[in-house]
């Protein structure tokens, strides 16, 4: 098979695409598509400044370095989980590819904290991923504010928001459907507009892209995530993908450009508190994040000494 | 395991509604939520005159079993689609069923009128599926008027319907959304209500149903249906169902009772014609089954003598 333009030979096939191209014009493909999906959803103008939530996986990494080999303004921020061998792996794969192409990296340690997602997992009944969630929101809005970003980028590919749409949609909860959005503008002056810039692109594309590109990733899935419902909906989705090609490309567009008009949101109602712990905008006397931090350091108070470790 | 409602050794176990039961509970059980189903949602009133859509198979056979047990007055409804000796047995199992229980049963057949489904697929390039729920829906609305009935009653069961949603919703096709509803009120006078009682109840319920009230049904599916969408998306679905039972239900039921509010349908807003074929309420000169039978007949019109056995 062909390249699609150019007579070279093809190394990526792109099935929902119904596309072939060589290493040279996938990359090229791939970065124009990028821009062109944060262009046509005005998630980015050229005097933003970017806080790039970078995990160290494939999908914030690609994303990181498009927008900036596309010259966008970007601060890449990566919050270290403290799971284990898989963090560490992870920061180091993120710091070494900032360090390679000198862009500017800040980081935090949930340990540091003393809310690791282990200590985490230990003190509370939340799923991992869910307590993981709410801290990743929290440190990500704080992060913007510190660095003076007015943008949140991170790296939520097709099948990370097919995934989530299946799931939203199997219970339908209308709330949460009203908030699936790739550009969700701020609704308070210390919060930031938070862009998807990969929503249309899928894992496939993106690790091809990587590849291809020589960014070196964590390819392991965190050690949390095996079991987790997403997991499902994604194995149910990639079955659908190969009788349809081009099928969870179509559920997420279209719910996006025709499906979301229908769900409303509650939230811009409410004009939100300020939170008593951290100063950020909350719906209850303590923002979601705060009151998880009590809890652990409650259970931390209440469990006699060793018999929290792990 | 026991029964749920009695010391007997349950016969019927359902997963999705965490309960067991011995085939005369079971009997009563399912009877009871079908009923409360149709009152709950204003479905048939006591004097109301159904006119039930029967195929022969376990759903329509259950629900007409249910209706007339109940003392609702119903007529039944067997179209014959002309799809060889398939179809021979539906209409059999029908007959044999009405006559046991001596219930009126009018029958039409669509290979009189030339328009059997191997006649429709022949001339058009139609999908057999869509074609027959064309002519379908002709012929329900043309008999609920001519034996004077005022609500249509089709046996859709809860997999039918987790089917149909999962598919409008892959595409987010909002004006089907809009009228994917168990109880659809007439547009227009020569329409009538139509309503679908079993579309809480799984299609593995309502064979139990079938088996337990020693009712015979055909159990072969449609010949036509084999590679249809539906059955993958059906596929799916019980996937789904195996690791959470109860998450068709969920899906269905949250999808009436909250997700629907969301899409409305363009339909009531314009004041249908009158199709100059058949004289039902049309959108067009012609209404759709009208434009599918002038599509066939045109074709048999010009294809040579004999070319178009079957």
Known sequence: MK???CPKPAEVKIRAHNSA?????YLVFFRRR???IIDKASMVDRDDRILVAVSGGKDSLALWEVLASEGYETVGFHLALGIGAYSGRSFEQTRAFADARGLRLEVHSLSDDGLGVPDMMQATRRPPCAACGTAKRHYFDSAALEYSCNVIATGHNLDDEAARLLGNVLRWQTDHLARQHPVLQPTHEKFVRKVKPLYL???FE???FAFLAGIEYVVQECPNAAG???LTYKGLLDQLETTSPGAKLAFVNEFVTRGSAGFVSKERETAPKTCGGCGMPSFGDLCSFCSLRAEVTRKRRDTPAGATSL
């Open 3 to 5: 390249c699609k333009n």
């Open 21 to 25: 191209f060589c290493r040279r014009c």
């Open 34 to 36: 990028v821009v062109r």
């Open 201 to 203: 692109t899928s894992e």
């Open 206 to 208: 993106t690790a091809a």
């Open 228 to 230: 987790a419902t997403q």
